[in-house]
T-cell receptor, first 116, second 120 residues
Framework: ETGVTQSPTHLIKTRGQQVTLRCSSQ?????VSWYQQALGQGPQFIFQ???????GRGNFPPRFSGLQFPNYSSELNVNALELDDSALYLC???????????????FGNGTRLTVT | AQKVTQAQTEISVVEKEDVTLDCVYE???????LFWYKQPPSGELVFLIR??????QNEISGRYSWNFQKSTSSFNFTITASQVVDSAVYFC?????????????????FGQGTILTVHP
C-alpha cells in the first residue's frame, strides 16, 4: 500500500512568484486536505478536495487555490508569494469525506517552501 | 471558535520516565473527535490515538494512555517508560464536521505542539 507522497521536498521561491505543490493520495483515498505549518506552529487547515471540487476551506486568501484530478491526486497553487508563506505544506488523504472528520488522516512528509 | 491549547512548549525527560502532555480545547460542537499526532524530524504527522466526544472512558494502548475529561475540556496524553525514539513534536488536534454546499468535510484544529526530548 503506497502512502501519501508529496513533491518537491524543498522549494525556494522569490516574493511575488507562483508555486505549485503536488500530492498523491494513499491508494483508495478520494479525499485530500492541505495544511500549512509555519515554523514552531501547529498545522492550519487550508482546504479540502473531494470529487475534484473544493468542499471546505480555512482562513486563507484566494491566492491559495487547488486542484484534484480523477486519480485523486491534488495540487496546491499559491500566487503572489509573500514572505509569510514560508512554511511546511502538508497533504493528507482519507478514504472518504466522512472519514476526514472521524478517522485519522494519512499525512505526507510535506513540502518545505522558503520565500525570499 | 475552535481552539486547542498545549501549555507545555517543551518537555525534557530521562529515558524510562513517564511523561504527560496536556491539551485543553474549546468548541461549541456537541459532537467532535480528539486526536494526538506525533511529528518526527521527517515531517509527516503520525496518528497515535483518537477519542470521540461521547466516550469518556480512558484507555491504555501499549505505552500510551489518555485521560479525556469533557467537564474540563481536557485530553491529556501519557507515555509510560519513555524511550529515546519517543523524541518528537506532539500535537493535540480537534476534529469537527463542517458543511458547505450540502457536502460535509472534516477540519482539524491543531495545538501549538509540545517538543518532547527523551535523553538516554
Amino acid at each position: 500500500e503506497t502512502g501519501v507522497t508529496q513533491s518537491p521536498t524543498h522549494l525556494i521561491k522569490t516574493r511575488g512568484q507562483q508555486v505549485t505543490l503536488r500530492c498523491s493520495s494513499q491508494s483508495g483515498h478520494n479525499t485530500v486536505s492541505w495544511y500549512q505549518q509555519a515554523l514552531g506552529q501547529g498545522p492550519q487547515f487550508i482546504f479540502q478536495y473531494y470529487r475534484e471540487e473544493e468542499n471546505g476551506r480555512g482562513n486563507f486568501p484566494p491566492r491559495f487555490s487547488g486542484l484534484q484530478f480523477p486519480n485523486y491526486s491534488s495540487e496546491l497553487n499559491v500566487n503572489a508569494l509573500e514572505l509569510d508563506d514560508s512554511a511546511l505544506y502538508l497533504c493528507a488523504s482519507s478514504p472518504g469525506v466522512g472519514s476526514s472528520y472521524n478517522s485519522p488522516l494519512h499525512f505526507g512528509n510535506g513540502t518545505r517552501l522558503t520565500v525570499t | 471558535a475552535q481552539k486547542v491549547t498545549q501549555a507545555q512548549t517543551e518537555i525534557s525527560v530521562v529515558e524510562k520516565e513517564d511523561v504527560t502532555l496536556d491539551c485543553v480545547y474549546e468548541t461549541r460542537d456537541t459532537t467532535y473527535y480528539l486526536f494526538w499526532y506525533k511529528q518526527p524530524p521527517s515531517g509527516e504527522l503520525v496518528f497515535l490515538i483518537r477519542r470521540n466526544s461521547f466516550d469518556e472512558q480512558n484507555e491504555i494502548s501499549g505505552r500510551y494512555s489518555w485521560n479525556f475529561q469533557k467537564s474540563t475540556s481536557s485530553f491529556n496524553f501519557t507515555i509510560t517508560a519513555s524511550q529515546v525514539v519517543d523524541s518528537a513534536v506532539y500535537f493535540c488536534a480537534l476534529s469537527e464536521a463542517r458543511t458547505r454546499g450540502g457536502t460535509s468535510y472534516g477540519k482539524l484544529t491543531f495545538g501549538q505542539g509540545t517538543i518532547l526530548t527523551v535523553h538516554p
